[in-house]
């Protein structure tokens, strides 16, 4: 941690927020300062260019450093290492080596010089200076201990000649290191060895069949040898469309044979329309489709992927052309007018929907679906009864097809909106009684409670909700009916945030924290990945594993782990701060009470946007905690008098979670939280046309009413996992 001793209280504070992890909070404190000359020291400048290079921003790292003469002597040469790592991360090897030499002279200590041994050694490898590289990853080990055998795993990948990387991979102990030697001895059969048939039976030794296939590839000598591989990479895509191994053997087919025929288009086409990029199989597909090889099932799959895409005017076109066989006409006429209500032609969806059922009265699925999606318009049109008419008769006419529990469901809350209170309690009990396993099983149990409370009928009300209470006390449903009986929502029962201690849990991470600051990520993941699997071995270690995790923001991994430690019984409050963690919480609620934002609700909704993964990515391009489109923070960040701007800035927690509450706020402005949760996730225009409908100034009613499941289950999620923060870090906050 870098300490400045000064008198200047703004440079407290700026060391402070970086000391806390906030090391935006501290760059923009230090912008005034370094605006003057007088208190722009070398310090301030090497305080603010180590807060830039925690939040990524090498630009700024180089625009603070670049031609200041103390960079080698102030701090250590600290300013040289910052200099370093900044070029390399930005792909400037050359000027990283030259950075990283000149910073080994002025290191402290033996452990800071083999640090920046490293960092030198890690420019030399990208240079591909193997010599030079291996010599310096293996001077590094022997002051680095603890990841010596990292550094050992890296010299061996630079090593010439299976027996002299044999000699490294003897001297490793450290079971990862050692796991993964045998696939280092691939890469090194290959780009040091250069004996291709070798490496490529290492990597079939390795499981890593697409990666033998390109070296088999790269050997071939005849054009019926390259054949063989090209077939055996295809024949990999066309077993199993979409996999982790598809997408291996596409990457080596576009290196070593980027021309594919049309055949070949078309199976790399249908496994695209699976895991992606859509753009390029809408094109692969489009193309086997003019050139008349496409089936219709593919036809239907391309119309599939536009929709992905946006492109509905060119998926309607495409799915008007399958009219056999009948299943699939009856999916894509359905799937036709759901894009013709995308475009608003409702005229056109609706006169769609209706005739969907005459030509496939026996089509359960796309009957039932047409129907449904008909009544729901007709709420849209506010017209209730007519909908409420139609769904039963749609659940009369289909009773096992997919939408008919919603159905009765839906129409039973339309009763419940207009007064029926007594006919919706009894068909809501339906609803529990038929459907119990179904989505709508504990939806009905809870509205059933609120309809026989309506029609007074409090017995038989709260007999409903204690059911509820039993049945899943976690569940948004049970929450709302704990209050409805007076009682607080279930909350699990309070443990002080300590863990158990475990020596090689403690070891592991370590190892991973100081690999991660060396920049060699690769080598901290597979720590990473072996801490995960040895977790299980007991409950404590469950614990200790997945607080570890969690306290370095990995807490999809702390999710997965805390729900293992549950179901093992461990279901006090550190086995639910595990699934349902925090990061910065004091700038949670120090930004959301500053916004007169409940504390809870923002954690809540950081849980369900990113699982609080401060690097998550949405496939729209929304980043960080509270996902956070680039246009939109850069918008809200001009609004807040940001110095400077960068879109990597949305990855940084402290820039995040402020430009999301500030937007959060905004959605939130003259109306109830769930209505502006609804917004955050599906827009206002959509919220102002659902708060139209009967009933919706109600915030349970206006919930149910939303017609887009994956928005209704957002705002339930978000509500019920509002009341699990508070009662685990917000107590009071409201």
């Keep these: 941690m870098m300490v400045v001793r000064t008198s200047d209280s703004t440079v407290v504070a700026a060391c402070d927020a970086l000391a806390q992890g906030r090391p935006w909070r501290a760059s923009r404190a230090l912008v005034p300062v370094l605006r003057d000359p007088q208190r722009r020291t070398p310090d301030v400048v090497l305080l603010a260019a180590t807060a830039a290079a925690e939040w990524t921003g090498w630009k700024e790292v180089r625009d603070l450093l670049a031609g200041e003469p103390w960079v080698d002597t102030v701090q250590a040469g600290r300013g040289r290492v910052l200099l370093a790592r900044a070029a390399l991360e930005t792909g400037a090897d050359s000027l990283a080596r030259v950075h990283a030499e000149a910073s080994i002279a002025s290191a402290r200590d033996p452990r800071d010089r083999a640090r920046r041994l490293v960092i030198l050694a890690r420019a030399l490898d990208r240079l591909d200076m193997r010599d030079s590289a291996r010599a310096t990853y293996l001077l ?124 070949e288009q078309l199976i790399v086409g249908r496994s695209l329309a699976i895991s992606g990029p859509y753009a390029r199989a809408a094109t692969l597909l489009r193309r086997s489709i003019t050139a008349r090889r496409a089936s219709v099932n593919d036809r239907y799959r391309y119309a599939g992927v536009l929709r992905r895409l946006g492109r509905h005017r060119e998926a309607i076109a495409q799915l008007a052309k399958i009219t ?142 204690n059911q509820l209470l039993v049945r899943d006390p976690l569940s ?147 980043r960080g905690l509270m996902q956070v489109m680039p246009d939109v923070g850069k918008a809200i960040a001009r609004s807040l008098g940001y110095p400077y701007w960068d879109p990597a800035l949305l990855y940084e927690p402290d820039v995040n979670l402020e430009l999301g509450i500030s937007h959060l706020r905004s959605a939130l402005a003259g109306r109830a939280a769930v209505r502006a949760l609804a917004a955050y996730n599906a827009g206002d225009s959509r919220v102002a046309r659902w708060s139209r409908k009967p009933g919706a100034s109600d915030p349970e009613v206006f919930i149910e009413r939303i017609p887009y499941p994956e928005t209704r289950d957002y705002v339930r999620i978000v509500e019920r996992n509002g009341d699990l923060y508070r009662a685990l870090y917000f107590e009071g906050d409201k």
């Design 140 to 263: 590094a080990s022997h002051a680095l201990p603890s990841i010596s055998d990292w550094l050992l795993l890296r010299a061996a990948a630079l090593t010439p000649g299976v027996r002299g990387r044999s000699t490294l991979y003897d001297a490793i102990h450290l079971a990862p290191a050692r796991d993964r030697a045998e696939r280092v001895e691939a890469q090194a059969l290959e780009a040091v060895d250069g004996d291709l048939a070798a490496a490529a039976r290492q990597y079939l030794k390795e499981g890593l069949v697409a990666q033998a296939l390109r070296l088999r590839a790269r050997a071939a000598r005849t054009s019926a040898q390259r054949a063989a591989v090209r077939r055996e990479l295809v024949a990999i895509v066309d077993a199993s469309p979409g996999s982790s191994a598809a997408s291996e053997a596409i990457a080596v087919l576009d290196e070593r044979f980027p021309r594919l025929s049309p055949g």
């Design 324 to 465: 056999a066989p009948r299943a699939l006409a009856a999916d894509a006429a359905l799937l036709r007018a759901r894009s013709l209500l995308e475009l608003n032609h409702d005229a056109a969806a609706k006169s769609l929907l209706r005739a969907i059922p005459k030509r496939f009265p026996r089509d359960t699925a796309a009957a039932s679906g047409a129907l449904f999606l008909l009544a729901d318009l007709a709420t849209d049109e506010r017209r209730d009864l007519a909908a409420r008419d139609a769904m039963r008769a749609l659940a009369k006419r289909y009773p096992t097809g997919d939408v008919t529990p919603t159905a009765v469901f839906r129409a039973a809350i339309i009763a419940y909106v207009h007064g029926q209170y007594r006919t919706a309690a009894m068909e809501l009990d339906s609803v529990d009684a038929r459907y119990s396993r179904s989505s709508e099983g504990l939806a009905s149990l809870y509205w059933a409670g609120r309809a026989w409370q309506r029609a007074g009928d409090s017995v038989r009300a709260n007999n409903r909700w």
């Design 476 to 622: 948004y449903y049970s929450a709302r009916a704990a209050r409805r009986l007076g009682e607080r929502p279930w909350a699990p029962p309070p443990a002080p945030d300590v863990f158990p201690a475990i020596p090689a849990v403690d070891s592991s991470f370590r190892r991973a924290d100081l690999l991660t600051r060396l920049g060699m990520d690769n080598e901290a993941r597979l720590e990473y990945d072996a801490a995960f699997a040895a977790a299980g071995e007991s409950s404590a270690r469950l614990l200790a594993t997945g607080a570890a995790f969690r306290d370095r923001g990995l807490t999809s991994r702390s999710i997965q782990i805390g729900w293992k430690a549950i179901a093992r019984g461990e279901r006090d409050a550190r086995a639910y701060r595990l699934v349902y963690p925090i990061a910065l919480g004091d700038a949670i609620v120090e930004q959301a009470r500053a916004a007169h934002v409940d504390p809870g609700l923002v954690a809540a909704l950081i849980r369900q946007e990113s699982s609080f993964n401060p690097h998550a990515t949405s496939a729209p391009g929304a």
